[in-house]
């Protein structure tokens, strides 16, 4: 079990300390057909050599000195921070501060054993898939994987439907004479293996098509979207109600990627391995806010040396800034350099990036909402929360799989049931259901997802403007980015940016 740093001033998450009565599922599974065998390990593996480069217990004074001498400070301990510290330390040579509110690592994606012993999920269920071939193979340097075809049944009126909506589920809602029409004009008019978009087919001309498009768009689509999203299909990108497209095939999975299962001993675990490396530090419990921020470089004297990266005790208590407690918010800093009062004071992009109050050239790399950075001066982000309620029963299984998907009725939009993604036997099973709440931004409220159309996005961009004149300033992740991605597309873009930032690492340490 990894050890990290705990900052116990902030707390921003509920979830319950971990109990681990460990896996007990001792199957060996092979995973898709392409599995990279064991873990490789990073060049680092070796745990004593970990734990040496870990911080334990609540040390402020670690925290001002691992700031100090960072080379990249990440905010974020999900997908996104964890992968780009891991390359960052590994591939470039940098050392690496992350910096994580919750009190544990893994993000969204982190889960724990419940009371009864089954590996939940805390933050939504999450299901690995993917087709890139890059991301499989670097995640399988830090899992193993357990072999998992994830299966979503929509319940439509009591009759369990497959979703994607397919050949199989027409058959189960229309006569057997007119689902063979139906089927028929859909292999003609898309082909086999298809993908359909339920807005495109809504567009058709042909009779048939539409007789579908219509029963699919009232008893798949209309309500659950209204309930996740608070509003019509029609009223959000159309690329969200597109990631469950109608399928023109028998495929009853809900994800066809070639890579597709569940790290076997849980996300968690994998965020450990990702973590633990010598030049990486990890404080959790700790808002980045409260040791960062950014100004105009005008607003107040700083006595940055040669090396213009600080290198000295800040001395916590000092009389203004976040540390303190006193100090200008950025909003306060931008009305400071201006003229107070236009909106083109507001929009004014920074200059500096503080940390500890001393000006940061290392690199930051940013995974949180943007506008809490500049607190919220444009007013909050559209995003949506999910309140979770997790049921334990002495019984195998409740659900008839994974997942079954409320579209016609009910408050939640989903029940998940964790067995069939861990595949553990204990007799007993824990389910939870998934009720969407509006984001308002309490204290303890978690945005999970970005509401994307049009105004969101400018609105974003906004925000954006505002940290765009910053050197060494990344945004990264479905949060900074807002933007619906899944696992794998955020491990590919964390690579990426590893890419461009760290590559002469490579040759600077690749021995
Ligand atoms: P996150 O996991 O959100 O991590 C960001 C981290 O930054 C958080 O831990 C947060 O606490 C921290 N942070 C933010 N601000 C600060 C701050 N100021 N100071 C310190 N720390 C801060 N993807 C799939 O591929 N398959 C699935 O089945 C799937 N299911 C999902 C189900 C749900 C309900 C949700 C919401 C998402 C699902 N996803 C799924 C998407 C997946 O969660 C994301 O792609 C992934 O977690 C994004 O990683 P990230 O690092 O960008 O963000
Ligand atoms: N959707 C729906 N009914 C379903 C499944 C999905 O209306 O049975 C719509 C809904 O708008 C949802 C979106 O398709 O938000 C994307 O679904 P997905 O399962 O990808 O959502 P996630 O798992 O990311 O919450």
């Known amino acids: ?60 004074d670690g925290l001002a000195g691992d700031l100090a001498s960072a080379d990249v400070i990440v905010v974020g301990a999900g997908f996104a921070g964890a992968v780009l510290a891991r390359e960052a330390a590994e591939r470039g040579g940098q050392k690496v501060v992350v910096l994580e509110q919750r009190p544990h690592i893994g993000g969204n994606a982190y889960d724990e054993y419940d009371a009864a012993g089954i590996l939940v999920h805390r933050y939504g269920p999450h299901i690995f898939h993917t087709n890139n071939r890059r991301v499989f193979d670097y995640l399988s340097r830090f899992c193993d994987w357990r072999a998992y075809d994830h299966e979503v049944l929509a319940d439509i009126h009591g009759i369990y439907t497959p979703v994607p909506f397919n050949f199989n589920s027409i058959e189960r809602h229309f006569e057997p004479e007119l689902a063979t029409s139906i089927i028929q004009r859909l292999l003609q008019t898309f082909g086999a293996d298809a993908k359909v978009p339920i807005i495109d087919l809504r567009n058709s001309s042909d009779a048939l098509l539409l007789q579908l498009a219509d029963f699919v768009y009232v008893n798949v689509f209309s309500y659950y979207t209204q309930k996740q999203w608070g509003l019509t299909p029609e009223q959000i990108d159309p690329s969200v109600t597109a990631r469950v497209p109608i399928y023109t095939g028998r495929d009853n999975r809900y994800f066809t990627d070639t890579y597709q299962g569940m790290p076997r001993n849980g996300y968690t675990k994998l965020f450990e391995e990702l973590l633990k490396h010598p030049r990486i530090r990890v404080h959790v419990g700790l808002d980045a806010q409260e040791v960062v921020r950014f100004d105009y470089g005008d607003v107040e004297s700083s006595d940055a040396s040669k090396d213009p990266r600080w290198r000295e005790e800040p001395g916590r208590n000092a009389s203004k800034g976040p540390c303190g407690g006193e100090g200008p918010t950025a909003s306060d800093s931008a009305v400071e350099a201006n003229d107070p009062g236009g909106s083109d004071a507001l929009d004014r992009p920074f200059e500096r990036i503080l940390v500890l109050e001393r000006p940061f050239s290392g690199k930051l790399i940013y995974t949180g909402p943007l506008d809490l950075l500049a607190d919220k001066r444009f007013g909050l982000l559209p995003y949506r929360s999910l309140d979770f309620v997790y049921k334990t029963y002495e019984q195998k299984h409740v659900l008839p799989c994974g997942t079954v998907n409320y579209t016609v009725d009910k408050e939640y939009t989903r029940i998940t049931e964790f067995t069939y993604l861990t595949g553990q036997e204990l007799g007993r099973t824990t389910i939870m259901e998934e009720y969407p709440r509006a984001f308002e931004g309490a204290v303890g409220q978690i945005p999970y997802y970005a509401i994307l159309n049009s105004e969101n996005e400018a609105a974003y961009e906004r925000y954006r403007g505002l940290f765009a004149k910053l050197d060494g300033f990344f945004t990264l992740g479905r949060l900074a980015e807002y933007r619906y991605y899944n696992m794998d597309q955020i491990v590919a873009r964390a690579l990426e940016l590893a890419d461009r930032l760290f590559s002469f690492g490579e040759l600077r340490h690749g021995a």
């Open 1 to 60: 079990m990894v050890s990290y740093a705990k900052n116990n001033r902030h707390s921003a998450s509920s979830a319950p300390e971990a109990s681990h009565p460990g896996f007990a599922d001792g199957s060996v599974d092979s995973f898709a057909t392409e599995r990279v065998s064991g873990r490789a390990g990073g060049s680092t593996g070796d745990p004593a050599d970990y734990s040496a480069n870990f911080l334990t217990g609540d040390s402020a």
